[in-house]
């Protein structure tokens, strides 16, 4: 793959995020008020980037996040593959201080290395991290020089780890908001990150404090 810029976007706010409802691959919900004004902001700031592709998941929550781009006539493609980590039994329903207690002895474990742990019902982070390869060789054959990617926090945490060869329970490193960005440059040999989790482009916005997982109030 030649050398070029990869910009990783999560998604917009949506109502389960602020309600606080287990939000994952099984539920395609839409952006709010605010997501879409965290999405009009990012547009403002990076509509002069001469993005050649944009790739994004299959749920609607990354494709309204990016709608502003995609009216500018840029080719986009969405692929399962992007989609969020299944958080299993518990997508749909309010987190309960159970579920709260079993979601962080789940990230232990997955710290600890223990990476191929499937949620009850979902999905483990190796088996997210398999169904993203095949995007992932689609983007190391993209010509283009700008490639925009919109997607999910817990599988931007997994992508970012393939991409920059960490071990998969390294993931966590990654903290996100929603639509925070990653921006990544490749020289031809490797990745490295030149923008982490950057925010700049909501900075006139006000949103209320959010947390770390789109299963919690993001």
């Not at 944009?54 to 493609?77: M, N, Q, V, Y």
């Not at 949620?119 to 983007?139: F, H, N, T, Y």
Request: aromatic share 10%; net charge negative; charged share 20%.
């Amino acid at each position: 793959m030649s050398s070029k810029k990869i910009y990783i976007l999560r998604h917009g706010q949506t109502d389960f995020n602020l309600q606080g409802i287990v939000q994952g691959s099984g539920v395609d919900s839409s952006l709010n008020a605010m997501g879409r004004a965290q999405a009009r902001a990012f547009f403002e700031m990076y509509r002069s980037v001469p993005f050649d592709k944009i790739f994004t998941s299959t749920l609607k929550r990354t494709k309204e996040t990016i709608a502003d781009f995609i009216a500018l006539g840029i080719p986009h493609e969405s692929y399962s593959g992007l989609n969020e980590i299944s958080w299993g039994v518990n997508e749909g329903q309010k987190i309960t201080p159970d579920e709260d207690a079993y979601y962080h002895w789940m990230l232990q474990q997955w710290e600890s290395g223990n990476t191929g742990l499937r949620i009850q019902g979902g999905e483990s982070p190796d088996e997210v991290a398999l169904r993203q390869q095949p995007v992932m060789e689609k983007l190391y054959k993209e010509t283009g020089q700008h490639i925009l990617i919109c997607m999910h926090g817990r599988a931007i945490r997994i992508l970012l780890c393939q991409l920059l060869r960490y071990p998969l329970k390294s993931m966590d490193m990654f903290e996100h908001g929603n639509v925070c960005l990653y921006v990544l440059e490749f020289d031809g040999i490797a990745f490295s990150v030149t923008k982490y989790n950057d925010t700049n482009h909501l900075i006139n916005l006000k949103a209320p404090k959010t947390e770390v997982e789109e299963r919690t109030i993001l």
